[in-house]
């Protein structure tokens, strides 16, 4: 990508609710981070969500410590209320990144009469733009299956796409290369169809609304970016 990316205060304009979807690997994490740049809004998640809530103390933050504590997870609910909470803050008014939320087509449903309420109205008068990330199964697979990390500096390799100058040694400080138990192709593979199952649905309810946007997440990182900034700005604004 050529063009010169400015700065967050440069090309601050109200892009509105972005919804971010890829499986895991699919580099949608690098992506929220770039847009959030470029754009000058927020990256929200549930989980920053929930420990910003936890560690303040809010009401929220006890009622879903009390689940957390006993070890159950936290009600879908009380998830939407520290969302719409969330949502109501001065950096949300010129648009979000929503990365991980929503997870099903209820979360989807609720999100919608969420921002058709009075408030988000008049804020932000747009739909949710969906940007999907895609990439092949097989592709998914070597990205996550092919790390490495050192132990002792926390350098990350890809044996596939980023390999170490000496096999299973690191650059930086000769240390043995290690494969952590999460990356193991078993358990990888289980993820990757965990996620299909959740998420098609939540797709296909997208796709139906016209908010959709598919993004080719196996070209060079560079032409991804510069393909979801279009999106973003040429997206659907129903």
């Known amino acids: 990508m050529n063009e010169r990316v400015g700065t ?9 609710p972005v919804i971010l979807l890829g499986a895991p690997g699919a580099g949608k994490g690098t992506q929220a ?3 959030m740049q ?3 809004v927020p990256q929200i998640s549930t989980g920053d969500i929930l420990r ?4 303040r103390g809010t009401e929220l933050g006890k009622k879903a410590k009390a689940f957390m504590d006993k070890g159950e997870l936290v009600p879908d609910q009380l998830v939407c209320d520290m969302v719409a909470d969330r949502l109501r803050q001065a950096d949300c008014a010129q648009g979000f990144i929503l990365d991980g939320f929503p997870r099903t087509v209820a979360q989807a449903e609720w999100l919608d009469g969420l921002l058709k309420g009075e408030f988000f109205a008049q804020r932000c008068a747009v739909a949710p733009l969906v940007l ?3 990439v092949g199964y097989n592709q998914l697979l070597r990205r996550l299956t092919g790390r490495r990390s050192c132990p002792t500096c926390g350098r990350i390799y890809n044996v596939y796409f980023q390999p170490p100058r000496v096999a299973d040694t690191c650059d930086v400080d000769g240390s043995k290369l290690v494969t952590r138990k999460d990356d ?6 289980e993820r990757l169809k965990a996620y299909e199952r959740q998420t098609l649905p939540l797709i296909d309810y997208y796709r139906r609304q016209g908010r959709l946007r598919e993004v080719d997440g196996e070209q060079d990182p560079n032409k991804v970016t510069a393909e979801a900034f279009r999106a973003i700005e040429h997206g659907n604004r129903l």
Do not use: P
């Open 38 to 40: 470029h754009y000058g």
């Open 132 to 134: 999907n990330i895609q």
């Open 184 to 189: 193991s192709e078993e358990v990888i593979a």
């Open 52 to 55: 910003d809530n936890v560690a």
């Open 8 to 16: 967050a205060a440069e090309t601050a304009t109200k892009i509105g």
């Open 33 to 35: 981070k770039l847009i």
